[in-house]
């Protein structure tokens, strides 16, 4: 079997890094011959989706797992991303408490400047930004504030906010009951265009026309019941089936998609449903374990 077939059938269906290619090989081969292999066949049968990081290529797999903190993007190539759908482990004790989240289990922080200048950087122009954020209260709203802010300041236009209603479930912790969240949409400078233009289409039947904007109208609101608690690999894992609708608005087929905190991997779920591209960043070992089974990975980079 040749090295470019040994690498195929080693990798196959999951997303590998130089280091892990020598490790296997370099006891029979070269390492320039192994990263040899690898250059001369990067777009037919490796995918590059960072420095030092690929895809080997597979029908039945679509996602790179990496194991690290997604708030470090320095792997990713400038303008390398179509879309970021993402749901930050936000630093609100009020908010994080009870309902569908639990403060104490998983590790918070808040955003600054630099993590949205970063984002800015890996996704192409025009394409969206998607944030999962609390909705407002007396203990949050500077911060969702100037996550706005920040967000501005690093070259984002806001889109558009649509509240995500969990459903029947309801939260009666704080001064009011809980079901919403706020799904926080934003595009990298000047949206591109996704929506059909009928008319120009019915004028013009040869050419395919779009307008600026989402491929469809957003929703008045996301009514999406959320995973049964039981059945959470995540305290703060949200439905597939938002994801789905979320990727079906944003992006095309064969895109690929960011997730910097993948928690239950829910969103590389929804991308391998929908025919897209997933890079997912998860810096708890026991929670890449656990999206290695849910998509029925080999394994994750670890950087």
Not at 209 to 232: I, N, T, W
Not at 239 to 246: A, H, I, N, S, T
Request: charged share 30%.
């Amino acid at each position: 079997m040749s090295l470019k077939k040994s690498l195929l059938e080693t990798f196959k269906g999951m997303s590998f890094s130089l280091s892990d290619a020598y490790e296997k090989f370099s006891s029979h081969y070269p390492k320039e011959q192994i990263r040899a292999r690898i250059y001369e066949s990067l777009g037919i049968a490796f995918k590059r989706i960072g420095r030092g990081v690929y895809f080997a290529n597979s029908e039945a797999e679509s996602v790179a797992l990496i194991e690290g903190d997604g708030r470090d993007l320095s792997i990713l190539k400038d303008g390398s991303v179509d879309c970021i759908i993402t749901d930050h482990p936000w630093a609100d004790t009020k908010s994080n408490k009870g309902g569908n989240r639990s403060f104490a289990d998983y590790e918070a922080f808040r955003y600054t400047v630099e993590d949205f200048k970063e984002k800015a950087r890996v996704l192409k122009d025009g394409c969206f930004l998607v944030e999962f954020l609390p909705a407002e209260n007396e203990s949050n709203f500077n911060y969702l504030y100037e996550v706005k802010k920040m967000a501005e300041e690093a070259g984002f236009l806001y889109y558009s906010k649509v509240a995500w209603k969990k459903g029947t479930f309801v939260s009666n912790t704080g001064r009011k009951s809980k079901n919403t969240e706020d799904v926080m949409i934003f595009t990298k400078g000047k949206c591109r265009a996704m929506r059909p233009d009928v008319k120009k289409d019915l004028a013009d039947p040869t050419t395919k026309h779009y307008m600026s904007g989402s491929a469809e109208m957003l929703p008045a609101c996301f009514d999406v019941q959320p995973p049964a608690k039981k059945e959470r690999l995540h305290q703060a894992e949200k439905p597939v089936g938002l994801m789905e609708q979320l990727l079906k608005l944003l992006t095309f087929e064969g895109e690929i998609v960011l997730d910097q905190f993948a928690g239950s991997g829910v969103v590389g779920e929804a991308c391998m449903k929908t025919n897209r591209l997933c890079i997912l960043f998860e810096k708890a070992r026991e929670f890449v374990d656990k999206i290695s089974e849910r998509l029925q990975l080999k394994g994750a980079v670890a950087i």
